[in-house]
């Protein structure tokens, strides 16, 4: 099983930026999804989470200005970020837990991908 997040890139302030995550391999059920953020020299932070059934949750920081969503699918969950800041530069990573078809269930980190927000 591996998740892959895309839709990173370099976006003006005011700007947005549409990431998307997608789970594959061996998935049997995915549950919860979370996307975190990891700027520069700081600690890894836990941004938005959205359960199987739809349920939201977000970071103080970021309530009302993204929006999490998932196409349960295509095994994929998305975040939505309107009105960026400069301090929502970091790399994005995605985390779900996983049932695998073996019935394990498992918790998976993404690689990241880069949001830049800059003038």
């Known amino acids: 099983v591996q998740l892959v997040e895309s839709g990173g890139g370099l976006v003006q302030p005011g700007g947005s930026l549409r990431l998307s995550c997608v789970a594959s391999g061996s998935i049997s059920s995915i549950y919860g999804m979370d996307w975190y953020r990891q700027a520069p020299g700081k600690q890894r932070e836990w941004v938005a989470r959205?359960?199987?059934?739809?349920?939201?949750n977000y970071a103080t920081s970021v309530r009302g200005r993204f929006t999490i969503s998932r196409d349960n699918a295509k095994n994929t969950v998305y975040l939505q970020m309107n009105s960026l800041k400069p301090e929502d530069t970091a790399v994005y990573y995605c985390n779900a837990d996983i049932r695998l078809l073996s019935a394990t269930l498992v918790n998976y980190w993404g690689r990241g991908t880069q949001v830049t927000v800059s003038s």
């Open positions: 959205i359960t199987s059934g739809g349920g939201t």
